[in-house]
C-alpha cells in the first residue's frame, strides 16, 4: 500500500525491452527506507516490484505488457524523471490517502493554468472511468495524491500547491500528455457494488392482463 505522497524523484537509467515487457533501472539516491529485492516500489504512480536489493541508488524492475498496455511506463525515454514512493510501512503515517498502484488507465493533459496564485491541471478520461471521480474526492496522478477541485463532463482538475510542484513530475506537464491515473479505491469499491446491487434488484413487472375474466366480470367488452 502506498499513500500518494512522492518521497523522491529518480532518474530513467536504462530500458531494455524483452519478451515479457520491459526491464526498467531507475536512478534514485534520494529514496530512503527499507529497500530490498521483492519489495514495491511506485514508479510514476505503477506498483513495481525489485528484481534485486538496489546497490549505489539503482532501482531495477521489470513491466509486464499488461502494465505497458495500461500506463505510460512504455512512454519513457533515459533520463526521464519519475514520481518514487516505497511501500508504506505500518508505523507511518497515511499523509495522502490509501493508493494501490493499480493504474486504472491513462488521462490526457487538457489544459494547465500555470497561475501561482491558483496552479490548476485539467485532465480528461475515457468514459468508463469517469464515474469513480467525485467532487472533493480523491484521485492519483502519475503517484502523486490530489484531490478533485472541480468536475467536468469529460473529467476534471486539481489545483497544486508549490511543494507538489517542486517535489514532483507535474510541474512540467502540458497539454497531450498521458498521465497515469487511479481512482479511489473506496469510491469504486462503492460504484461496484451499486451497480451490482441494481443488476440484481429489477422492477417486478407486472402480470399480464386476463381480458376475458374482465368480460365476464362487466369491466370490458
Excluded: Y
Excluded at 537509467?13 to 515487457?21: K, V, W, Y
Excluded at 476534471?156 to 487511479?182: C, W
Aim: glycine share 10%; proline share 6%; with cysteine.
Amino acid at each position: 500500500m502506498f499513500t500518494g505522497i512522492v518521497q523522491a524523484l529518480g532518474t530513467v537509467e536504462s530500458l531494455a525491452p524483452h519478451d515479457r515487457g520491459l526491464a526498467l533501472a531507475v536512478r534514485a539516491p534520494d529514496l530512503l527506507g527499507p529497500l530490498e529485492q521483492g519489495g514495491s516500489v511506485t514508479v510514476a504512480g505503477v506498483c513495481l516490484t525489485l528484481t534485486e536489493t538496489p546497490r549505489d541508488g539503482l532501482l531495477r524492475f521489470d513491466a509486464v505488457q499488461e502494465t505497458l498496455d495500461k500506463t505510460n511506463l512504455g512512454q519513457l525515454a533515459v533520463g526521464d524523471p519519475v514520481n518514487l514512493e516505497r511501500a508504506l510501512l505500518a508505523s507511518e503515517p497515511l499523509g495522502g490517502h490509501v493508493v494501490q498502484g493499480h493504474v486504472d488507465g491513462l488521462a490526457t493533459v487538457v489544459s494547465v493554468q500555470d497561475d501561482p496564485a491558483d496552479w490548476r491541471l485539467r485532465v480528461s478520461l475515457p468514459e468508463t472511468m469517469r464515474g469513480w471521480v467525485i467532487a472533493k474526492g480523491s484521485v492519483t496522478l502519475n503517484g502523486v495524491s490530489l484531490t478533485v477541485a472541480e468536475l467536468f463532463d469529460d473529467g476534471f482538475d486539481v489545483a497544486l500547491i508549490p511543494e507538489t510542484l517542486q517535489k514532483t513530475t507535474l510541474d512540467a506537464a502540458k497539454p497531450g500528455d498521458a498521465i497515469n491515473f487511479e481512482a479511489d479505491a473506496m469510491v469504486k469499491t462503492i460504484v461496484a457494488t451499486v451497480e451490482r446491487v441494481g443488476a440484481i434488484i429489477t422492477p417486478a413487472q407486472p402480470e399480464p392482463v386476463d381480458m376475458e375474466l374482465l368480460k365476464k366480470a362487466g369491466f370490458a367488452s
